[in-house]
């Protein structure tokens, strides 16, 4: 009877979260077939023609025969249905195509920046967190106080100030005046500039929300209830108030993980690192179409995986989640 008791809500759990799991991968697969359908008919109404670029027509005299022959060579005078039907299969196959500059396919391309980019985010993400919970954590402490309003202005400085403005007043501040950190490239601390420039425009949200859910919950009853009975503030805050105030800020911070990829773009290209987010402005400009629509899908599939990473820690900071959705099956 004890064992029954005992293993049986847990076994009826596991279902409940392997069902959310195959709704959630579900409605994942359709939400990466709408966003295929969307990047691929950006493109299709996108100015420009990569038979010109590729021939380079600027610089380089072609005739009229030399680009209708390459136009049908790449398929691009076949009816948009056919286009489409030859881009999905292709995807079903993994094969997101081949760059027309370079002719390496998009993965090998994609693959060759992506490092750079998931350690800018990493770098990024790592000092946003520092910056949170101290911040966080200290104007909690000492609501009211100078510190409090010192994080105060901080937050209203970082939420003003574009990342990329930011990124320029750090390079003219450390590497033009002081010669201190690289303005351009990953080695010799390069990082340092656009991971902190990143960092201080995407913290003070996250500061805010952070110090009222810690003030929120060290005002609940089963804190006074804690302190009640003689258990030390160090365990009080690090097993309660500390893991109940979590759960906003891990909301937030997997929802702007979009806008962290977003605001790399514009960064990669300030400080000149390698990333896919320099790479899919030059392919812009070079009409190098295949690559826009690789790194559209691979961005949407990472944006994807986070939110279900999102989702899943819901239920480790807070397991009641569950329990309440079996509750209502």
Known sequence: MNLSSKWLPRIWMWFQNKNWLLKRISEGILLLWIISLVSFA???????????SLLRVDTVAVTTEQVEALRQEMGMN??????????????LKLDLGESVMTGRPVAAELSHAFPATFLLAGTSLLLTIVLVGVFGSLSSRFAGSWIDKFSTGFCLMGASIPSFWLGLLLIDLFSVRLHLLPAV????????????????????????????????CARQDFIRAARSRGISEKVIFMRHVLKGSLIPVVTILGVSFGSLLGGSV????????????????????????????GFVLSIGILIFLINLAVDLSYRYLNPTISLKEAERQ
Do not use: H
């Open 42 to 52: 950006i493109v299709q109404v996108a100015p420009g023609d990569a038979a010109l």
């Open 78 to 91: 076949d009816p948009v249905y056919q286009r489409y039907f030859r881009y999905m299969s292709n995807l």
């Open 185 to 216: 490239g990953m080695a010799n601390g390069g990082l340092i500039l656009p991971s902190l420039s990143l960092a201080i425009a995407i913290a003070p949200p996250f500061i805010k929300i952070f110090r009222n859910s810690l003030i929120d």
């Open 266 to 293: 514009v960064v990669e290209v300030i400080f000149g690192l390698p990333g896919v987010g320099k790479l899919a402005i030059e392919a812009v400009t070079r009409r190098d179409y295949a690559i826009v629509q």
